[in-house]
Nanobody, 115 residues
Framework: QVQLVESGGGLVQPGGSLRLSCAASGIIFGFYNVGWYRQAPGKQRGLVAT???????NYADSVKGRFTISRDKLESTVYLQMNSLKPEDTAVYSCTANWRGANYWGQGTQVTVSS
């Protein structure tokens, strides 16, 4: 059974930092392209960042220079380091893994940026 389990969300003040983690099981993690998406209330889910099996990264323009995606293949975990957080970063953040047509999602973790 494939599982992606996110953790690390919470409430943070503007300008603060959080690190999200997504632990994968049931897949050969090293083969998969993985990433983070987010959905704010009343908005469509959108890309935050992705990292390929080879380590190539891609970021949404709104998070470039503030967020960093990384992966640990030995631990089957993908991370999202979020710095200089803004209220508009408030959303449910979900991780995803895909490879050869197989696509899996985690349940999401809430990030709230507010003073």
């Amino acid at each position: 059974q494939v599982q992606l389990v996110e953790s690390g969300g919470g409430l943070v003040q503007p300008g603060g930092s959080l690190r999200l983690s997504c632990a994968a099981s049931g897949i050969i993690f090293g083969f998969y392209n993985v990433g983070w998406y987010r959905q704010a209330p009343g908005k469509q889910r959108g890309l935050v960042a992705t990292i390929s099996s080879g380590g190539t990264t891609n970021y949404a323009d709104s998070v470039k220079g503030r967020f960093t995606i990384s992966r640990d293949k030995l631990e089957s975990t993908v991370y999202l380091q979020m710095n200089s957080l803004k209220p508009e970063d408030t959303a449910v953040y979900s991780c995803t893994a895909n490879w050869r047509g197989a696509n899996y999602w985690g349940q999401g973790t809430q990030v709230t940026v507010s003073s």
